[in-house]
Protein backbone atom coordinates (compact mmCIF):
# COMPACT_ATOMS: atom_id res chain seq x y z
CA UNK A 1 0.00 0.00 0.00
CA UNK A 2 1.45 3.33 -0.90
CA UNK A 3 2.06 5.99 1.93
CA UNK A 4 3.29 9.09 2.71
CA UNK A 5 4.73 10.90 5.83
CA UNK A 6 2.82 13.92 7.25
CA UNK A 7 5.20 15.99 5.99
CA UNK A 8 4.61 15.47 2.52
CA UNK A 9 0.42 16.65 2.27
CA UNK A 10 -1.40 18.48 4.52
CA UNK A 11 -4.49 17.74 6.16
CA UNK A 12 -6.63 18.91 3.86
CA UNK A 13 -4.71 16.35 0.95
CA UNK A 14 -4.24 13.80 2.77
CA UNK A 15 -8.12 13.27 4.00
CA UNK A 16 -9.23 13.57 0.31
CA UNK A 17 -6.85 10.91 -0.52
CA UNK A 18 -8.11 8.49 2.10
CA UNK A 19 -11.51 9.31 1.85
CA UNK A 20 -13.15 5.88 0.47
CA UNK A 21 -16.03 7.18 -2.17
CA UNK A 22 -16.17 9.90 -5.11
CA UNK A 23 -14.56 13.48 -4.37
CA UNK A 24 -15.13 16.64 -6.11
CA UNK A 25 -12.70 18.58 -4.65
CA UNK A 26 -12.54 22.78 -5.11
CA UNK A 27 -8.84 23.32 -5.28
CA UNK A 28 -7.92 27.19 -5.18
CA UNK A 29 -4.56 28.31 -6.83
CA UNK A 30 -1.54 26.72 -5.48
CA UNK A 31 -2.88 24.81 -3.01
CA UNK A 32 -0.81 21.42 -4.38
CA UNK A 33 -3.68 20.27 -6.63
CA UNK A 34 -1.49 18.60 -8.72
CA UNK A 35 0.77 16.86 -5.95
CA UNK A 36 -2.99 15.65 -4.41
CA UNK A 37 -3.54 14.25 -7.94
CA UNK A 38 -0.51 12.25 -8.20
CA UNK A 39 -0.81 10.98 -4.91
CA UNK A 40 -4.02 9.88 -5.37
CA UNK A 41 -2.87 8.03 -8.03
CA UNK A 42 -0.23 6.17 -6.48
CA UNK A 43 -2.71 5.68 -3.62
CA UNK A 44 -5.41 3.93 -6.21
CA UNK A 45 -2.77 2.23 -8.29
CA UNK A 46 -1.44 0.13 -5.06
CA UNK A 47 -4.84 -1.00 -3.79
CA UNK A 48 -5.69 -2.71 -7.97
CA UNK A 49 -6.82 -5.80 -7.22
CA UNK A 50 -6.74 -7.41 -10.50
CA UNK A 51 -3.89 -7.18 -13.35
CA UNK A 52 -6.73 -6.40 -15.91
CA UNK A 53 -7.59 -3.16 -13.91
CA UNK A 54 -6.03 0.58 -15.07
CA UNK A 55 -6.11 3.85 -12.80
CA UNK A 56 -7.33 6.60 -15.52
CA UNK A 57 -6.49 10.27 -14.90
CA UNK A 58 -7.78 12.25 -17.58
CA UNK A 59 -5.94 15.55 -17.88
CA UNK A 60 -6.73 19.11 -19.77
CA UNK A 61 -3.05 19.09 -21.98
CA UNK A 62 -0.62 16.77 -22.56
CA UNK A 63 1.99 18.19 -20.94
CA UNK A 64 0.22 17.74 -17.80
CA UNK A 65 -0.15 14.18 -18.93
CA UNK A 66 3.68 13.84 -18.77
CA UNK A 67 3.98 15.98 -15.53
CA UNK A 68 1.87 13.33 -13.72
CA UNK A 69 3.06 10.64 -15.35
CA UNK A 70 6.84 11.69 -14.27
CA UNK A 71 5.96 12.21 -10.32
CA UNK A 72 4.60 9.09 -10.17
CA UNK A 73 7.22 7.53 -11.53
CA UNK A 74 9.69 9.56 -8.96
CA UNK A 75 7.73 8.10 -6.30
CA UNK A 76 8.88 4.85 -7.12
CA UNK A 77 5.15 3.44 -7.83
CA UNK A 78 4.58 0.90 -10.34
CA UNK A 79 2.26 2.95 -13.70
CA UNK A 80 2.16 0.30 -15.64
CA UNK A 81 -1.47 -0.03 -14.99
CA UNK A 82 -1.89 3.66 -14.99
CA UNK A 83 -3.69 5.16 -17.95
CA UNK A 84 -3.58 9.01 -18.29
CA UNK A 85 -3.84 11.18 -21.04
CA UNK A 86 -6.60 14.11 -22.84
CA UNK A 87 -10.23 12.88 -23.05
CA UNK A 88 -9.27 13.00 -26.68
CA UNK A 89 -6.76 10.69 -26.55
CA UNK A 90 -9.43 8.42 -23.91
CA UNK A 91 -12.21 8.36 -26.32
CA UNK A 92 -9.71 7.44 -29.24
CA UNK A 93 -8.28 4.82 -27.58
CA UNK A 94 -10.59 2.99 -25.12
CA UNK A 95 -14.03 3.76 -26.94
CA UNK A 96 -13.49 4.76 -31.04
CA UNK A 97 -10.79 2.25 -31.87
CA UNK A 98 -11.92 -0.91 -30.27
CA UNK A 99 -15.38 0.31 -31.22
CA UNK A 100 -15.81 2.32 -33.99
CA UNK A 101 -17.22 -1.04 -35.94
CA UNK A 102 -20.57 -0.58 -34.69
CA UNK A 103 -20.74 3.32 -35.86
CA UNK A 104 -21.61 3.69 -39.47
CA UNK A 105 -19.61 6.60 -40.32
CA UNK A 106 -16.62 4.97 -38.90
CA UNK A 107 -17.17 1.25 -39.78
CA UNK A 108 -14.62 1.13 -42.63
CA UNK A 109 -12.05 3.17 -41.25
CA UNK A 110 -11.30 6.72 -39.62
CA UNK A 111 -8.17 9.23 -39.18
CA UNK A 112 -7.91 12.46 -37.04
CA UNK A 113 -7.55 14.96 -39.06
CA UNK A 114 -4.21 16.83 -38.87
CA UNK A 115 -4.50 20.79 -37.53
CA UNK A 116 -2.85 22.11 -40.63
CA UNK A 117 -5.06 19.85 -43.30
CA UNK A 118 -7.91 21.55 -41.03
CA UNK A 119 -6.82 25.24 -41.36
CA UNK A 120 -6.50 24.74 -44.65
CA UNK A 121 -10.11 23.45 -45.58
CA UNK A 122 -11.71 26.25 -43.35
CA UNK A 123 -9.80 28.90 -44.84
CA UNK A 124 -11.06 27.57 -48.41
CA UNK A 125 -14.33 27.65 -47.27
CA UNK A 126 -14.33 30.91 -45.78
CA UNK A 127 -13.48 32.14 -49.01
CA UNK A 128 -17.26 33.03 -50.15
CA UNK A 129 -17.31 35.06 -46.70
CA UNK A 130 -14.35 37.36 -47.74
CA UNK A 131 -16.78 40.35 -47.09
CA UNK A 132 -17.29 39.39 -43.42
CA UNK A 133 -13.78 38.92 -42.93
CA UNK A 134 -14.33 35.50 -41.82
CA UNK A 135 -11.80 33.20 -40.76
CA UNK A 136 -11.18 29.92 -39.89
CA UNK A 137 -10.23 31.71 -36.60
CA UNK A 138 -13.67 32.15 -35.96
CA UNK A 139 -14.90 28.99 -37.02
CA UNK A 140 -14.27 27.10 -33.69
CA UNK A 141 -17.17 24.80 -32.99
CA UNK A 142 -17.63 22.47 -29.55
CA UNK A 143 -20.40 19.19 -29.37
CA UNK A 144 -22.96 18.76 -27.33
CA UNK A 145 -25.32 15.87 -26.54
CA UNK A 146 -27.88 17.68 -28.65
CA UNK A 147 -25.46 18.59 -31.78
CA UNK A 148 -22.96 20.86 -32.02
CA UNK A 149 -22.83 24.99 -31.12
CA UNK A 150 -20.35 27.70 -32.97
CA UNK A 151 -17.79 29.50 -30.69
CA UNK A 152 -18.29 32.52 -32.73
CA UNK A 153 -20.10 35.57 -31.05
CA UNK A 154 -19.97 38.03 -33.52
CA UNK A 155 -23.66 38.04 -34.81
CA UNK A 156 -23.05 39.65 -38.02
CA UNK A 157 -20.90 36.23 -38.67
CA UNK A 158 -22.57 33.70 -37.30
CA UNK A 159 -25.12 32.92 -39.73
CA UNK A 160 -21.60 32.28 -42.31
CA UNK A 161 -19.78 30.46 -39.47
CA UNK A 162 -22.66 27.93 -39.46
CA UNK A 163 -22.77 27.37 -43.23
CA UNK A 164 -18.95 26.71 -43.11
CA UNK A 165 -18.91 24.37 -40.31
CA UNK A 166 -22.19 22.47 -41.63
CA UNK A 167 -19.99 22.24 -44.88
CA UNK A 168 -16.71 21.34 -43.12
CA UNK A 169 -17.78 18.29 -41.25
CA UNK A 170 -19.44 17.02 -44.36
CA UNK A 171 -16.45 17.41 -46.31
CA UNK A 172 -14.33 15.69 -43.48
CA UNK A 173 -16.63 12.68 -42.74
CA UNK A 174 -16.91 12.07 -46.48
CA UNK A 175 -13.04 11.65 -46.22
CA UNK A 176 -13.64 9.30 -43.03
CA UNK A 177 -11.38 11.83 -40.57
CA UNK A 178 -12.39 13.26 -37.81
CA UNK A 179 -11.24 16.35 -35.56
CA UNK A 180 -11.28 16.80 -31.83
CA UNK A 181 -15.01 17.17 -31.28
CA UNK A 182 -16.35 14.31 -33.58
CA UNK A 183 -13.93 11.87 -31.69
CA UNK A 184 -15.91 13.48 -28.57
CA UNK A 185 -19.43 13.26 -30.56
CA UNK A 186 -19.02 9.73 -31.57
CA UNK A 187 -17.50 8.56 -27.95
CA UNK A 188 -20.81 9.66 -26.65
CA UNK A 189 -22.73 8.20 -29.02
CA UNK A 190 -21.22 4.67 -29.30
CA UNK A 191 -21.60 4.89 -25.38
CA UNK A 192 -25.28 6.01 -25.53
CA UNK A 193 -26.39 3.51 -28.43
CA UNK A 194 -24.05 0.44 -26.90
CA UNK A 195 -24.27 0.68 -23.32
CA UNK A 196 -22.11 -3.08 -23.01
CA UNK A 197 -19.06 -0.34 -23.77
CA UNK A 198 -19.64 1.51 -20.86
CA UNK A 199 -20.84 -2.07 -18.69
CA UNK A 200 -16.98 -2.96 -19.63
CA UNK A 201 -14.93 -0.03 -19.30
CA UNK A 202 -16.68 0.37 -15.67
CA UNK A 203 -15.12 -3.43 -14.96
CA UNK A 204 -11.85 -1.98 -16.37
CA UNK A 205 -11.64 1.01 -14.37
CA UNK A 206 -12.10 1.15 -10.76
CA UNK A 207 -11.10 4.84 -10.44
CA UNK A 208 -11.53 7.77 -12.98
CA UNK A 209 -9.56 10.95 -11.90
CA UNK A 210 -10.37 14.25 -13.56
CA UNK A 211 -8.24 17.00 -13.73
CA UNK A 212 -9.01 20.92 -14.02
CA UNK A 213 -12.59 19.57 -14.38
CA UNK A 214 -13.69 23.82 -14.85
CA UNK A 215 -12.60 23.93 -18.56
CA UNK A 216 -14.78 20.16 -18.99
CA UNK A 217 -17.55 19.86 -21.54
CA UNK A 218 -21.22 18.83 -21.11
CA UNK A 219 -20.31 16.14 -23.48
CA UNK A 220 -17.25 14.89 -21.30
CA UNK A 221 -18.99 14.95 -18.31
CA UNK A 222 -21.57 12.33 -19.81
CA UNK A 223 -18.93 10.30 -21.57
CA UNK A 224 -17.63 9.55 -18.42
CA UNK A 225 -20.84 9.63 -16.64
CA UNK A 226 -21.73 6.27 -18.59
CA UNK A 227 -18.77 4.65 -17.27
CA UNK A 228 -19.89 5.83 -13.76
CA UNK A 229 -23.31 5.20 -13.55
CA UNK A 230 -22.69 1.41 -15.26
CA UNK A 231 -20.42 1.12 -12.52
CA UNK A 232 -23.16 1.26 -10.28
CA UNK A 233 -20.55 2.54 -7.24
CA UNK A 234 -17.42 0.10 -8.30
CA UNK A 235 -16.33 2.71 -10.10
CA UNK A 236 -15.20 6.07 -8.37
CA UNK A 237 -14.64 9.58 -9.79
CA UNK A 238 -12.10 11.87 -7.99
CA UNK A 239 -12.47 15.57 -9.86
CA UNK A 240 -10.52 18.38 -8.97
CA UNK A 241 -9.94 21.79 -10.30
CA UNK A 242 -11.28 25.73 -9.47
CA UNK A 243 -14.41 26.80 -10.98
CA UNK A 244 -12.88 30.79 -10.92
CA UNK A 245 -10.19 29.53 -13.27
CA UNK A 246 -13.04 28.14 -15.91
CA UNK A 247 -12.23 30.94 -19.01
CA UNK A 248 -12.96 28.28 -22.17
CA UNK A 249 -16.58 29.11 -22.04
CA UNK A 250 -16.71 30.05 -25.57
CA UNK A 251 -15.56 26.26 -26.78
CA UNK A 252 -18.22 24.63 -24.02
CA UNK A 253 -15.99 24.17 -21.22
CA UNK A 254 -17.87 25.10 -17.80
CA UNK A 255 -17.94 24.34 -13.98
CA UNK A 256 -20.10 21.81 -13.18
CA UNK A 257 -21.89 22.17 -9.77
CA UNK A 258 -21.71 19.17 -7.55
CA UNK A 259 -25.65 18.46 -8.00
CA UNK A 260 -25.47 17.98 -11.84
CA UNK A 261 -22.38 16.12 -11.01
CA UNK A 262 -24.30 13.58 -9.21
CA UNK A 263 -27.22 13.74 -11.44
CA UNK A 264 -24.89 12.72 -14.48
CA UNK A 265 -22.92 9.97 -12.74
CA UNK A 266 -25.97 8.32 -10.54
CA UNK A 267 -23.48 7.96 -7.22
CA UNK A 268 -22.88 9.66 -4.21
CA UNK A 269 -19.81 11.99 -4.58
CA UNK A 270 -18.80 14.16 -1.51
CA UNK A 271 -17.50 17.70 -1.89
CA UNK A 272 -14.14 18.97 -0.23
CA UNK A 273 -11.97 21.63 -0.62
CA UNK A 274 -8.27 22.73 -0.56
CA UNK A 275 -7.76 26.22 0.95
CA UNK A 276 -4.15 26.60 1.64
CA UNK A 277 -2.14 28.30 -1.04
CA UNK A 278 1.53 27.94 -1.21
CA UNK A 279 2.50 29.40 -4.57
CA UNK A 280 1.54 33.29 -3.72
CA UNK A 281 2.34 35.93 -1.15
CA UNK A 282 -0.90 37.26 1.04
CA UNK A 283 -0.85 40.25 -0.65
CA UNK A 284 -1.10 38.71 -4.37
CA UNK A 285 -3.60 36.40 -3.30
CA UNK A 286 -5.43 39.08 -1.45
CA UNK A 287 -5.62 41.20 -4.77
CA UNK A 288 -6.39 38.91 -7.44
CA UNK A 289 -9.34 37.43 -4.35
CA UNK A 290 -11.26 40.58 -5.23
CA UNK A 291 -11.97 38.96 -8.71
CA UNK A 292 -13.21 35.40 -7.24
CA UNK A 293 -16.72 34.75 -9.11
CA UNK A 294 -17.01 31.38 -6.49
CA UNK A 295 -16.22 32.07 -3.08
CA UNK A 296 -13.56 29.56 -2.31
CA UNK A 297 -11.51 29.98 0.30
CA UNK A 298 -7.58 30.78 0.05
CA UNK A 299 -4.99 30.69 2.83
CA UNK A 300 -1.30 32.18 1.95
CA UNK A 301 0.67 29.17 3.41
CA UNK A 302 3.93 29.00 1.67
CA UNK A 303 7.26 30.51 2.55
CA UNK A 304 6.45 33.81 -0.10
CA UNK A 305 3.21 34.35 2.88
CA UNK A 306 4.83 37.31 3.56
CA UNK A 307 6.82 38.48 0.43
CA UNK A 308 6.73 42.32 0.34
CA UNK A 309 4.88 41.97 -3.16
CA UNK A 310 5.16 44.63 -5.80
CA UNK A 311 1.69 45.04 -7.43
CA UNK A 312 1.75 48.12 -10.62
CA UNK A 313 -0.93 49.10 -12.55
CA UNK A 314 -0.19 51.54 -15.59
CA UNK A 315 -3.66 52.87 -17.21
CA UNK A 316 -1.70 55.82 -18.70
CA UNK A 317 1.27 54.81 -20.99
CA UNK A 318 1.26 54.95 -24.61
CA UNK A 319 1.39 51.75 -26.60
CA UNK A 320 4.56 52.93 -28.47
CA UNK A 321 6.12 53.49 -24.42
CA UNK A 322 5.43 50.15 -23.53
CA UNK A 323 8.05 47.74 -24.60
CA UNK A 324 10.38 49.89 -23.39
CA UNK A 325 8.64 50.29 -20.43
CA UNK A 326 8.47 45.99 -19.63
CA UNK A 327 12.02 45.63 -20.11
CA UNK A 328 12.86 48.02 -17.63
CA UNK A 329 10.28 45.79 -15.03
CA UNK A 330 12.24 42.86 -16.42
CA UNK A 331 15.64 44.65 -15.80
CA UNK A 332 14.05 46.07 -12.37
CA UNK A 333 13.07 42.69 -11.28
CA UNK A 334 16.33 40.43 -12.48
CA UNK A 335 18.86 42.89 -11.31
CA UNK A 336 17.36 44.48 -8.16
CA UNK A 337 15.55 42.05 -7.06
CA UNK A 338 17.46 38.40 -8.26
CA UNK A 339 14.68 36.97 -10.07
CA UNK A 340 15.75 34.10 -12.43
CA UNK A 341 14.64 35.13 -16.13
CA UNK A 342 13.12 31.84 -16.24
CA UNK A 343 10.49 32.44 -13.75
CA UNK A 344 9.30 36.02 -15.33
CA UNK A 345 6.12 35.50 -17.93
CA UNK A 346 4.71 38.44 -20.00
CA UNK A 347 0.95 37.53 -20.62
CA UNK A 348 -1.43 38.89 -23.37
CA UNK A 349 -4.64 38.21 -24.39
CA UNK A 350 -3.51 37.15 -27.87
CA UNK A 351 -0.73 35.86 -30.19
CA UNK A 352 -0.86 38.90 -32.04
CA UNK A 353 -0.54 41.05 -29.34
CA UNK A 354 2.80 38.93 -28.57
CA UNK A 355 4.24 38.70 -31.56
CA UNK A 356 5.61 42.53 -32.01
CA UNK A 357 6.14 42.49 -28.38
CA UNK A 358 8.62 39.67 -28.22
CA UNK A 359 10.84 41.37 -31.29
CA UNK A 360 11.17 44.46 -29.51
CA UNK A 361 11.87 43.17 -26.21
CA UNK A 362 14.61 40.91 -27.95
CA UNK A 363 16.12 43.41 -29.77
CA UNK A 364 16.05 45.79 -26.48
CA UNK A 365 17.84 42.72 -24.38
CA UNK A 366 19.56 40.70 -26.87
CA UNK A 367 21.20 38.83 -23.39
CA UNK A 368 17.89 37.37 -22.57
CA UNK A 369 15.81 34.67 -24.24
CA UNK A 370 12.18 34.60 -25.16
CA UNK A 371 10.22 31.40 -24.81
CA UNK A 372 6.83 30.41 -25.70
CA UNK A 373 4.59 27.86 -27.28
CA UNK A 374 3.61 30.78 -30.17
CA UNK A 375 7.95 30.58 -30.81
CA UNK A 376 7.58 27.05 -31.57
CA UNK A 377 9.19 26.65 -35.19
CA UNK A 378 6.90 23.38 -36.45
CA UNK A 379 3.56 22.26 -36.30
CA UNK A 380 2.74 20.80 -32.85
CA UNK A 381 0.06 18.88 -33.40
CA UNK A 382 -0.27 16.40 -30.90
CA UNK A 383 -2.20 13.70 -32.78
CA UNK A 384 0.20 14.00 -35.75
CA UNK A 385 2.91 11.16 -35.83
CA UNK A 386 5.62 13.02 -37.21
CA UNK A 387 5.31 15.84 -34.31
CA UNK A 388 5.49 12.89 -32.00
CA UNK A 389 8.34 10.75 -33.11
CA UNK A 390 10.23 14.72 -34.05
CA UNK A 391 10.14 14.12 -29.53
CA UNK A 392 13.19 11.31 -30.61
CA UNK A 393 14.69 13.33 -33.08
CA UNK A 394 15.12 16.48 -31.18
CA UNK A 395 15.93 15.28 -27.38
CA UNK A 396 19.27 13.48 -26.24
CA UNK A 397 19.08 10.35 -24.86
CA UNK A 398 20.48 11.78 -21.23
CA UNK A 399 19.03 9.77 -17.85
CA UNK A 400 16.96 12.27 -17.11
CA UNK A 401 15.52 11.94 -20.46
CA UNK A 402 14.83 8.30 -20.40
CA UNK A 403 11.73 7.49 -18.84
CA UNK A 404 9.58 10.49 -21.28
CA UNK A 405 11.48 9.19 -24.21
CA UNK A 406 10.50 5.56 -23.50
CA UNK A 407 7.15 6.70 -23.04
CA UNK A 408 7.69 8.38 -26.29
CA UNK A 409 8.97 5.76 -28.30
CA UNK A 410 5.36 3.73 -27.27
CA UNK A 411 3.08 6.12 -28.12
CA UNK A 412 5.45 6.29 -32.06
CA UNK A 413 5.09 2.36 -31.98
CA UNK A 414 0.96 2.51 -31.13
CA UNK A 415 0.83 5.12 -33.79
CA UNK A 416 2.30 2.59 -36.69
CA UNK A 417 0.36 -0.15 -35.56
CA UNK A 418 -2.72 1.86 -36.00
CA UNK A 419 -0.90 2.82 -39.46
CA UNK A 420 -1.03 -1.23 -40.44
CA UNK A 421 2.98 -1.43 -39.91
CA UNK A 422 3.36 -5.24 -38.16
CA UNK A 423 5.35 -3.72 -34.96
CA UNK A 424 5.50 -7.27 -33.25
CA UNK A 425 8.92 -7.31 -33.14
CA UNK A 426 9.43 -3.69 -32.01
CA UNK A 427 9.57 -2.50 -28.74
CA UNK A 428 9.97 0.90 -26.86
CA UNK A 429 13.84 0.08 -25.85
CA UNK A 430 14.65 -1.06 -29.29
CA UNK A 431 12.55 2.10 -31.13
CA UNK A 432 14.77 4.19 -28.72
CA UNK A 433 18.11 2.72 -29.36
CA UNK A 434 17.58 2.91 -33.36
CA UNK A 435 16.89 6.39 -32.74
CA UNK A 436 19.94 7.20 -30.27
CA UNK A 437 22.30 5.88 -33.27
CA UNK A 438 21.35 8.20 -35.87
CA UNK A 439 23.48 10.75 -36.62
CA UNK A 440 22.67 14.15 -38.68
CA UNK A 441 25.12 16.41 -39.91
CA UNK A 442 22.72 18.97 -40.59
CA UNK A 443 21.92 22.50 -39.00
CA UNK A 444 18.49 23.45 -40.95
CA UNK A 445 15.64 22.03 -38.71
CA UNK A 446 13.26 20.72 -41.17
CA UNK A 447 16.35 19.34 -43.57
CA UNK A 448 17.19 17.32 -40.05
CA UNK A 449 13.97 15.70 -39.16
CA UNK A 450 13.29 15.47 -42.82
CA UNK A 451 16.90 13.08 -43.01
CA UNK A 452 16.54 11.88 -39.43
CA UNK A 453 12.90 10.00 -40.49
CA UNK A 454 14.26 9.03 -43.73
CA UNK A 455 17.29 7.22 -42.09
CA UNK A 456 15.11 5.45 -39.32
CA UNK A 457 12.76 4.18 -41.56
CA UNK A 458 15.19 2.96 -44.07
CA UNK A 459 16.46 1.41 -40.59
CA UNK A 460 13.61 -0.65 -40.74
CA UNK A 461 12.55 -0.97 -44.18
CA UNK A 462 9.16 0.78 -44.19
CA UNK A 463 8.15 2.93 -47.31
CA UNK A 464 6.08 6.14 -45.83
CA UNK A 465 4.50 6.34 -49.28
CA UNK A 466 2.61 3.14 -48.53
CA UNK A 467 1.04 3.99 -45.89
CA UNK A 468 -1.81 6.84 -46.35
CA UNK A 469 -2.49 8.36 -43.02
CA UNK A 470 1.41 8.53 -42.49
CA UNK A 471 2.22 10.21 -45.88
CA UNK A 472 -0.80 12.22 -45.11
CA UNK A 473 0.67 13.78 -42.15
CA UNK A 474 3.84 13.87 -43.45
CA UNK A 475 2.82 16.27 -45.76
CA UNK A 476 0.90 18.14 -43.37
CA UNK A 477 3.68 18.55 -40.97
CA UNK A 478 5.98 19.91 -43.28
CA UNK A 479 3.65 22.23 -45.00
CA UNK A 480 2.54 23.82 -41.51
CA UNK A 481 5.93 24.05 -40.36
CA UNK A 482 7.30 25.64 -42.75
CA UNK A 483 4.42 28.53 -42.88
CA UNK A 484 5.28 28.56 -39.01
CA UNK A 485 8.40 29.16 -39.69
CA UNK A 486 8.10 31.80 -42.46
CA UNK A 487 5.84 34.07 -40.24
CA UNK A 488 8.22 33.85 -37.56
CA UNK A 489 11.16 35.31 -39.60
CA UNK A 490 8.47 37.72 -41.01
CA UNK A 491 8.14 38.87 -37.46
CA UNK A 492 11.69 39.33 -37.23
CA UNK A 493 13.10 36.39 -34.92
CA UNK A 494 16.62 35.33 -36.05
CA UNK A 495 17.92 31.38 -36.59
CA UNK A 496 13.76 29.91 -36.13
CA UNK A 497 15.09 27.72 -39.14
CA UNK A 498 18.18 26.35 -36.84
CA UNK A 499 17.82 22.88 -35.49
CA UNK A 500 19.12 24.40 -32.25
CA UNK A 501 15.72 26.74 -32.15
CA UNK A 502 14.07 23.07 -33.04
CA UNK A 503 15.56 21.51 -29.95
CA UNK A 504 14.73 24.64 -27.29
CA UNK A 505 11.38 23.43 -27.61
CA UNK A 506 11.53 20.37 -25.77
CA UNK A 507 14.27 21.60 -23.27
CA UNK A 508 13.15 22.91 -20.05
CA UNK A 509 12.11 26.68 -19.94
CA UNK A 510 15.22 28.72 -19.97
CA UNK A 511 14.24 32.50 -20.82
CA UNK A 512 11.00 34.43 -20.44
CA UNK A 513 8.28 33.04 -21.30
CA UNK A 514 5.54 34.63 -23.19
CA UNK A 515 1.92 33.21 -23.40
CA UNK A 516 -1.35 34.12 -23.84
CA UNK A 517 -3.93 34.30 -20.43
CA UNK A 518 -5.16 31.10 -21.72
CA UNK A 519 -1.93 29.06 -22.23
CA UNK A 520 -0.46 30.09 -18.84
CA UNK A 521 -3.24 27.86 -17.06
CA UNK A 522 -1.55 25.91 -14.96
CA UNK A 523 2.37 27.45 -15.03
CA UNK A 524 3.59 29.90 -11.99
CA UNK A 525 6.13 32.17 -11.96
CA UNK A 526 7.51 34.38 -9.25
CA UNK A 527 6.90 37.77 -11.91
CA UNK A 528 3.97 38.49 -14.02
CA UNK A 529 3.48 40.76 -16.87
CA UNK A 530 0.41 41.29 -18.16
CA UNK A 531 -0.33 44.12 -21.14
CA UNK A 532 -3.03 44.57 -23.42
CA UNK A 533 -5.93 44.58 -20.65
CA UNK A 534 -8.31 46.48 -22.55
CA UNK A 535 -11.76 46.65 -22.70
CA UNK A 536 -12.90 44.75 -25.96
CA UNK A 537 -9.97 42.33 -25.51
CA UNK A 538 -10.44 41.62 -21.62
CA UNK A 539 -13.25 40.58 -21.89
CA UNK A 540 -13.33 39.82 -25.62
CA UNK A 541 -15.80 42.18 -27.09
CA UNK A 542 -18.05 39.81 -28.16
CA UNK A 543 -18.68 37.55 -24.96
CA UNK A 544 -21.95 37.40 -23.88
CA UNK A 545 -20.77 37.30 -20.05
CA UNK A 546 -18.39 40.55 -19.94
CA UNK A 547 -18.29 41.01 -15.94
CA UNK A 548 -17.97 37.63 -15.12
CA UNK A 549 -15.49 36.50 -18.13
CA UNK A 550 -12.99 39.18 -17.33
CA UNK A 551 -13.16 38.52 -13.38
CA UNK A 552 -12.05 35.11 -14.33
CA UNK A 553 -9.23 35.77 -16.67
CA UNK A 554 -7.75 38.77 -14.52
CA UNK A 555 -8.44 35.61 -11.37
CA UNK A 556 -5.61 33.62 -13.71
CA UNK A 557 -3.52 36.32 -14.52
CA UNK A 558 -2.81 37.59 -10.61
CA UNK A 559 -2.57 33.76 -9.60
CA UNK A 560 0.05 32.96 -11.64
CA UNK A 561 2.43 35.25 -9.67
CA UNK A 562 4.47 34.41 -6.55
CA UNK A 563 6.03 37.63 -5.81
CA UNK A 564 5.19 40.75 -8.21
CA UNK A 565 2.39 41.82 -10.68
CA UNK A 566 2.76 44.54 -12.97
CA UNK A 567 -0.27 45.37 -15.50
CA UNK A 568 -0.87 47.63 -18.57
CA UNK A 569 -3.85 48.90 -19.56
CA UNK A 570 -1.94 50.96 -22.69
CA UNK A 571 -3.48 53.98 -24.09
CA UNK A 572 -3.66 54.63 -28.00
CA UNK A 573 -3.87 50.83 -28.93
CA UNK A 574 -6.20 51.22 -32.46
CA UNK A 575 -9.87 50.05 -32.81
CA UNK A 576 -11.59 51.17 -35.67
CA UNK A 577 -11.79 54.92 -36.02
CA UNK A 578 -11.17 54.91 -32.08
CA UNK A 579 -9.30 53.32 -29.44
CA UNK A 580 -9.09 50.65 -26.59
CA UNK A 581 -10.17 52.01 -23.14
CA UNK A 582 -8.52 50.10 -20.23
CA UNK A 583 -11.06 46.90 -19.12
CA UNK A 584 -13.57 48.26 -16.85
CA UNK A 585 -13.63 45.94 -14.13
CA UNK A 586 -9.96 46.42 -13.84
CA UNK A 587 -10.07 50.58 -13.91
CA UNK A 588 -13.35 50.39 -11.17
CA UNK A 589 -10.57 48.12 -8.71
CA UNK A 590 -9.65 51.00 -6.60
CA UNK A 591 -6.41 50.13 -5.12
CA UNK A 592 -2.94 51.24 -3.54
CA UNK A 593 -1.05 49.94 -6.55
CA UNK A 594 3.12 50.22 -6.21
CA UNK A 595 5.38 52.58 -8.14
CA UNK A 596 8.15 50.71 -9.19
CA UNK A 597 11.38 53.10 -9.59
Not at 441 to 466: C, Q
Not at 540 to 546: A, G, I, L, R, Y
Request: glycine share 6%.
Amino acid sequence: MFTWTEHELNDEQGKAILAPGSIFLVACPGSGKTRTLTYKIAYELSRLESDRQFVVAITYTHRAADEIQERIEDLGVDASRLWIGTIHSFCLEWILRPYGIYEPKLANGFRVIDQHEREKLLESLCTPYAALRVTHYDCEYYVTPGGYRIGCQDAAKQEAVKSIIKEYLKTILANRQVDFELILYFAWRLMRDNPVIAVLLSKIFPMLLVDEYQDTKKIQYEILGFILKAGAGDSLLFMVGDPNQAIYGSLGGYAIGIEELRSITGIPIDERELSKNYRSSDRIIRYYSYFRVHGTTIKAAGKNSSYPSLISYDNAIASDDLAPEIARLIRHNVEKLDVSPSNICVLAPQWFHLAAMTRKLAVQMPEYQFDGPGMVPFARDQENFWYKLSRLALTEPTPSLYVRRLRWAGEVIADLRDAGLDVSKLSARTLLRECNTIGINETHGLTYLRSFYEALFDRFGVAIDEFTALREHYDAFFESSEARIARLEAEGLDGVGNVDFFRRVFQNRTGITVSTIHGVKGAEFDVVIAYALLEGMVPHFSDPEKVESAKKLLYVIGSRAKKNLHLFSESGRRRGRGTYAPTELLAAYSYDYDKVK
